[in-house]
């Protein structure tokens, strides 16, 4: 789904401030007027929310790069799990353009919580079974990260790539 600023202005945000606000009733009236499903989403969102990170990369960008420092730009973007993943790709620029959205993404989530901004190797992005993308913040030794929860989305366009996080913390 592409989002329109129509679709964050009056769906997302009043969403996103409800959670913020911790306003359960708007929430519900929120999603039955949006149709979101909050069965689990109260459950899920008893959690406060810390920070949102979001980031745009231009895949031509990235290619350039790529064809200019070919496995040396790699190394310096990703870790050693996703450039296993990274092999045998036929779409490597779109790849890294998404890790790189992502990292970006979670770094500015992450500025709430850390002074010093970490290399990039350090945040990993894993897919589940199904693909689905995650962050796996573990290299990184924060302890004030311990009672924080990383949602991650990355989309994919012909020449862009967008991520954004969401962190949230336990009440």
Known sequence: ???????????????????????????????????????????????????????????????????????????????????SQLNGRFDRAQFIAGRFAAKEAAIKALGRYIVERPSLTKIQIVNDGTGRPSLDLSHLAYPQLARVSAQLSISHERSHAIAIVILTEES
């Open 1 to 83: 789904m592409t989002l329109s600023l129509h679709y964050i202005l009056y769906r997302c945000i009043p969403f996103h401030n409800a959670l913020r606000k911790g306003n359960f009733p708007l929430l519900h009236s929120l999603s039955r007027l949006h149709n979101f499903d909050t069965s689990e989403t109260t459950k899920e969102y008893a959690r406060v929310l810390g920070s949102v990170g979001i980031d745009l990369v231009d895949v031509t960008r990235i290619a350039k790069l790529l064809s200019q420092y070919g496995d040396r730009f790699c190394v310096r973007v990703l870790g050693p799990d996703e450039m």
